[in-house]
């Protein structure tokens, strides 16, 4: 069993920065990609980025390519997302999710484990 814990978010301005962690416990921490998604309010939620069990792959959603950064520290147990030059339509809940696979994936349906999220709201 993996638990997620989100923390960072907050309110900034456009073209302002922000770094969210997701502390995770658990077995094993390096066996498990882990991804961040994001839901607004009526939307669905969508894939934001994913980083492999080793670190060493990355992946992005098109939309915040360039901007945002996804990184793990395992030995803490850490997984970081740099969000620079934020603008209004990245206003959401982010999550953290762990998945049971070396590898990540861009589909939430392939995650296990999800944190309560964390409210990121960025004003123009």
């Known amino acids: 069993q993996v638990q997620l814990v989100e923390s960072g978010g907050g309110l900034v301005q456009a073209g302002g920065s922000l770094r969210l962690s997701c502390a995770a416990s658990g077995p094993t921490f390096s066996n498990y990609a882990m991804g961040w998604f994001r839901q607004a309010p009526g939307k669905e939620r969508e894939f934001v980025a994913t980083i492999s069990g080793s670190g060493g792959g990355t992946s992005y959603a098109d939309t915040v390519k360039g901007r945002f950064t996804i990184s793990r520290d395992s030995a803490k147990n850490m997984v970081y997302l740099q969000m620079n030059n934020l603008k209004p339509e990245d206003t959401a809940v982010y999550y953290c999710?762990?998945?049971?696979?070396?590898?990540?994936?861009?589909?939430?349906?392939?995650?296990?484990?999800w944190g309560q999220g964390t409210q990121v709201t960025v004003s123009s």
């Open positions: 999710a762990a998945r049971p696979r070396i590898l990540g994936s861009s589909a939430a349906v392939m995650y296990d484990y």
